[in-house]
């Protein structure tokens, strides 16, 4: 009883308060199939292969919903608990499915050097991601055509487009914070999360897409992003839920919206010098052009893989700099030193050479991946540290774990850009730093990232000096599937020109 209470509660927690007794009785049966085949499987799995050894088991009282409830209050801190006893290999239940963590670079490569037919991305990610982005792009289609999709964006981000997108992003982070007035106390992340909305369509969608970005269009992106949630990758696509029919509705109206774009484009014979354009001309291999669905769900993948993770990234470096009152002085005054004593526009040169201030953003990803686990579906069995890793394993590497790990990092929680300029031991491991991935399924979207966060940093650090409220600095909210700061205010004031 008390097992179908606690799990009854984690899925009421997980989709929100229902008062729908359809979508109750719904889950309450999926509960109870999920509960049934969960137990079989074990029961199967541990009948048959005894000769092979297996990841450690971490083991717990509770069935299927196993260590959902530890891990979801505090991921990190279960995980280096775990690592401490276990090692860097070790399996547990959540939820019926069973997760086995690589942590330390020495077992991650397993996950990096894999191929996507042993260790798959698609299993693990479609059911979030083709809602939103749509179909025919990303998970939803073959890995060999998603790394041709991301092959053609990667050709559109290329010196000459970071030069534009430096003004571009400057010139909407002055206008932006103009609301914030000459000092006071402000959300952060909210503030930043709104912006880089904006910043993001400037440089990734192009001029006629971003000026259709209103109030309406920016709940109608919510809606979609509300996509992203526990519930959309806990819960079959088909179950009622409210956030999940707002999600689908969004996606139908943007997808009208950018086709619009795309269709006046191909009509106009225009040819802009963006990253629509470079999709619009890119061609697969077999020479075929990407059609409008596969553009439009290329806009909406790229807009959202960008936005929260530079939105939390921007804004814990803001928290780290405003901790640091010296530090933060010490990027201003680079700002002179490298742009000149009269601060001018920003240029793409000039960015690169600030370099104290990209080894702060290079801290903060390091402190704060907002990719805290890369998952892959073990669909052949696989072998790390000596262990046998089962089919239909959930494979996990863990950026945040990685990145903090005693044997690898001195001082391992202190926030200290100057770490990279000093050798180093995690300099000489190769996984050990791992923010954006690695192997095939890598970021590409990293040096966009740098130039829109450093872009954004130069302009706020030369409008305002910033302070925590009354010391806080925000404890991480692992509510969130990107691990956001809680309760994000800051304290600013507007330097003297
Ligand atoms: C601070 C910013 C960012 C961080 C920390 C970040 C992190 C990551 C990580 C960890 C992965 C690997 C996922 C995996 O292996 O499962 C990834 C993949 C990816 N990211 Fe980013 N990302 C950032 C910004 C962006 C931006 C701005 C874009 C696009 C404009 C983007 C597009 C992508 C794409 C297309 C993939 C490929 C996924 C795959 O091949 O499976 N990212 N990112």
């Not at 409830?69 to 399996?91: H, Q, R, T």
């Not at 103009?178 to 503030?191: C, K, T, V």
């Not at 109206?253 to 191909?266: A, C, G, L, S, Y």
């Not at 696989?382 to 005693?406: D, E």
Request: net charge positive.
């Amino acid at each position: 009883m008390q097992f179908y209470q606690m799990s009854t509660k984690l899925l009421r927690d997980t989709v929100g308060e229902l008062n729908d007794s359809l979508t109750s009785v719904v889950l309450a049966g999926l509960f109870f199939t999920l509960t049934v085949g969960y137990v079989s499987k074990r029961l199967l799995r541990e009948s048959s292969d005894k000769n092979l050894k297996y990841p450690p088991y971490i083991p717990s009282s509770i069935p299927f919903l196993g260590h959902a409830i530890a891990f979801g209050k505090s991921p990190i801190e279960f995980l280096e608990n775990a690592y401490e006893k276990y090692g860097p290999v070790f399996s547990f239940t959540m939820v019926g499915k069973t997760f086995t963590f690589l942590l330390g670079s020495d077992a991650a490569a397993l996950m990096f050097n894999s191929k996507n037919e042993d260790l798959n991305a698609e299993d693990v990610y479609s059911k979030l991601t083709t809602p939103v982005f749509g179909k025919g792009v990303a998970y939803d289609v073959p890995n060999h055509v998603f790394l041709e999709q991301k092959k053609m964006f990667k050709t559109g981000l290329n010196i000459a487009r970071f030069k534009q997108h430096v003004k571009l992003v400057e010139a909407e982070t002055v206008d932006y914070f103009q609301r914030w007035g000459d000092s006071g106390e402000r959300n952060l992340f909210e503030a930043l999360s709104e912006l880089i909305i904006l910043t993001a369509s400037s440089c990734l969608h192009g001029k006629e897409i971003r000026s259709m970005l209103n109030e309406r269009v920016a709940q109608l992106y919510a809606d979609l992003d509300g996509g992203f949630s526990h519930a959309a990758w806990l819960l079959p696509t088909w179950v009622p839920l409210p956030s999940f029919r707002k999600r689908d509705k969004a996606h139908l109206e943007i997808k009208k919206m950018f086709f619009k774009v795309i269709e006046k484009r191909r009509q106009s014979g225009e040819k802009a010098d963006d990253i629509l354009q470079t999709l619009i001309d890119a061609t697969y291999k077999e020479g075929r052009p990407m059609n409008d669905n596969e553009v439009a769900g290329m806009l909406i993948g790229l807009l959202l893989a960008g936005q929260h993770t530079s939105s939390t990234t921007s804004a814990w470096l803001g928290f780290f700099l405003a901790r640091d009152k010296a530090l933060q002085e010490h990027c201003y005054a680079e700002q002179k030193a490298v742009c000149g004593e009269d601060l001018p526009p920003l240029d793409y040169d000039q960015l690169k050479d600030l370099s104290l201030l990209e080894r702060c953003l290079k801290e903060t990803l390091r402190l704060r991946p907002p990719i805290m686990s890369m998952m892959r579906m073990a669909r052949t069995p696989q072998t790390a540290a000596g262990y046998t890793i089962p089919v239909g394993h959930q494979i996990c590497v863990s950026p945040t774990v990685n990145h903090r790990l005693r044997d690898t990092w001195m001082e391992r929680m202190e926030f200290n850009p100057d770490r990279y300029l000093n050798d180093n031991p995690a300099a000489g491991e190769k996984f050990a730093y791992i923010p954006f991935g690695a192997g095939r399924h890598r970021c590409i979207g990293e040096n966009f990232a740098y130039v829109q966060i450093k872009t954004i940093w130069s302009t706020l650090l030369r409008m305002f000096e910033f302070d925590l409220v009354d010391g806080y600095f925000p404890a991480v909210n692992y509510t969130t599937m990107i691990h956001t700061p809680y309760n994000p205010i800051i304290r600013y004031k507007r330097r003297k020109q």
